[in-house]
């Protein structure tokens, strides 16, 4: 048995058939077809107007390029201390904006709040031009501990972040899984809520490599074209991400296998809630869980077999 990551799971075999269908014959390259004009269309439907959507094939380039669009190298950028970009993208951000610094905020392994960021806003140093300018939040949808933003707190957030002049990212990894729980709409968690830039991730729910730049402010998505040919993330067979994104969004797919993840770890929740040793760090929300137990319970788990992340 295999618990160990959203990221070991296999393509959905309609996403792998849009990749075959688009790998025969000719198309327009560099993201120049009919896939991928297809793909923005789509994008600009599900989320309620016109979008400016490039694609990459990580998220760490999408993440640290969409902030790169946000920042200047003398601002920072305000995150929470187990956010993706500031423990595991390694120094990306830095690289990708040249130089702004990540400022970390809350140490529980929850959610960011408007209060959070109204103190810690009010606690940076201030001092022109000694002092970095804080030029952006990035908030993680759903969180590194599983946990779902609803709207009402997106838009507490962003609120507060547009009041100090900062621009708002989501890293949206698990976007999907996000709104399978919020039984919302995709505009809601995002624009409507005040957020400026999406990296919507697909390679987590069922894509073989493919994130999404969505910029909901054209201003913002100025010159994003040269950012991408620059750092080496303008493919030259782009249709494989036109095409697996068509794919992804067809009747409402990339919902249903979000829907069925979570289901899967809720369903893993009640089973674990049985076991008196184990104990769960956060409630379970989307497709994610974090389990305490003994180590002799969980050496014993991995001797039989069963694979964990640690």
Not at 48 to 73: D, I, M
Not at 96 to 107: E, K, N, Y
Not at 136 to 165: K, M, P
Not at 297 to 303: A, V
Request: charged share 20%; glycine share 8%; proline share 4%.
């Amino acid at each position: 048995m295999n618990f160990g990551s959203d990221n070991q799971s296999g393509v959905s075999p309609a996403v792998l058939q849009g990749i075959v269908e688009a790998s025969t014959g000719v198309a327009g390259s560099y993201a120049n077809d009919h896939w991928t004009q297809a793909a923005n269309a789509k994008l600009s439907d599900i989320f309620e107007k016109p979008v400016q959507v490039f694609f990459v094939a990580t998220g760490t380039a999408s993440n640290c390029l969409a902030l790169s669009a946000l920042v200047q190298p003398w601002h920072s950028i305000l995150c929470h201390s187990q956010a993706h970009i500031a423990v595991d993208e390694l120094s990306a951000p830095e690289l990708f904006t040249g130089g702004a610094r990540l400022v970390l905020m809350g140490d529980d392994g929850g959610k960011l709040t408007a209060q959070l960021l109204s103190d810690t806003l009010q606690k940076l140093p201030a001092d022109r031009p000694h002092n970095q300018i804080p030029g952006a939040l990035s908030i993680t949808q759903c969180t590194e501990s599983g946990q779902v933003y609803s709207v009402e707190e997106i838009r507490a957030l962003t609120e507060v972040a547009h009041a100090a002049g900062l621009r708002v990212h989501m890293d949206g990894a698990r976007f999907s899984n996000a709104l399978a729980t919020l039984e919302c709409s995709p505009a809601d968690i995002t624009w409507k809520a005040g957020v400026d830039v999406l990296c919507l991730g697909a390679s987590k729910n069922g894509a073989l490599a493919l994130e999404a730049v969505i910029f909901f402010d054209d201003t913002l998505a100025k010159d994003f074209d040269l950012r991408r040919k620059r750092s080496g993330h303008l493919v030259s067979k782009g249709r494989l991400f036109g095409a697996q994104m068509c794919a992804w969004l067809e009747n409402n797919h990339w919902i249903k296998l979000a829907h069925k993840a979570n289901e899967v770890a809720l369903a893993l929740e009640h089973c674990l809630k049985q076991h008196p040793a184990i104990q769960l760090a956060w409630p379970v929300q989307a497709n994610e869980l974090f389990a305490v137990m003994p180590t002799a319970l969980f050496e014993r788990l991995k001797t039989e077999g069963v694979r964990l992340n640690e």
